[in-house]
């Protein structure tokens, strides 16, 4: 079965510059989700899209903006690179609007800021 | 504030045992709960949710228990494997204002197999 698909798998990047992670719902999915895992944490939420609309934001900085496109893809764009960004970023999609259905995820972009 | 979190950090059980692993959470107005299993480098992966009308949901060698009173969650795994082990969390499905929900997850636990 189709996953969802996030590019790239690793991503290493120098201080103040900018990322672009994208990401890819599964086939029929209309809700994305963007998490953020440091390491030995569970995974907090950032922002979530619905029909192409931002539905939901959590702990997401000022630093960060996404945006859901017409075929229901997702970027997740963020500058001015801190090392505290070093994380895992996940993506996830679900059917219908947040809360209905449960969130599949993908296997992240490890993001190194150095 | 309110959150979500399990009482054991890590649980380790022998291959064949059953394991199970607790999850408490605040927020008595969450309606859906999800266990997810986090295997290294991967995504967290789907195992069984629970929505809050039911107190007990079975998938394939895994049960979902939900205790609305003291506000307790529990996955039990039968037939523990190898496999089985991850990190495992629990997460709650909050209202954020609205129409607005968004998945929180608790603490993981590290579940260790032994052969």
């Known amino acids: 079965a189709a996953g969802v698909i996030q590019s790239p798998r690793h991503l290493i990047k120098e201080k103040r510059e900018t990322a672009t992670l994208k990401c890819y719902p599964i086939p029929r999915h209309d809700t994305v989700y963007w998490y953020q895992q440091g390491p030995g944490q569970d995974p907090q939420f950032l922002i979530s899209f619905y029909e192409k609309m931002q539905s939901d934001k959590g702990s997401i900085p000022d630093r960060f903006s996404a945006q859901q496109f017409s075929d229901y893809h997702s970027e997740l764009n963020m500058s001015s690179l801190e090392l505290g960004d070093s994380a895992l970023y996940f993506c996830?999609?679900?059917?219908?609007?947040?809360?209905?259905?449960?969130?599949?995820f993908g296997n992240g972009t490890r993001l190194t800021v150095t | 504030g309110e959150s979500v979190g399990l009482h054991l950090p890590t649980l380790s059980v022998q291959e064949g045992d059953n394991s199970i692993i607790n999850c408490a959470y605040s927020?008595?107005?969450?309606?859906?709960f999800i266990w997810y299993k986090q295997e290294s480098g991967k995504g967290p992966q789907f195992i069984i949710d629970?929505?809050?009308?039911?107190d007990k949901r079975q998938g394939q060698r895994v049960t979902v228990l939900l205790n609305k009173t003291v506000k307790h969650l529990s996955l039990q795994i039968a037939a523990t494997q190898p496999g089985d082990s991850a990190v495992y969390f629990c997460?709650?499905?909050?209202?954020?204002?609205?129409?607005?929900?968004?998945?929180?997850f608790g603490k993981g636990t590290l579940l260790t197999v032994n052969p």
């Open positions: 997460a709650e499905n909050r209202s954020s204002g609205g129409s607005n929900y968004k998945l929180t």
């Open positions: 996830a999609s679900s059917v219908g609007p947040p809360g209905n259905s449960p969130l599949h």
């Open positions: 927020n008595s107005a969450s309606d859906y």
């Open positions: 629970i929505r809050s009308n039911m």
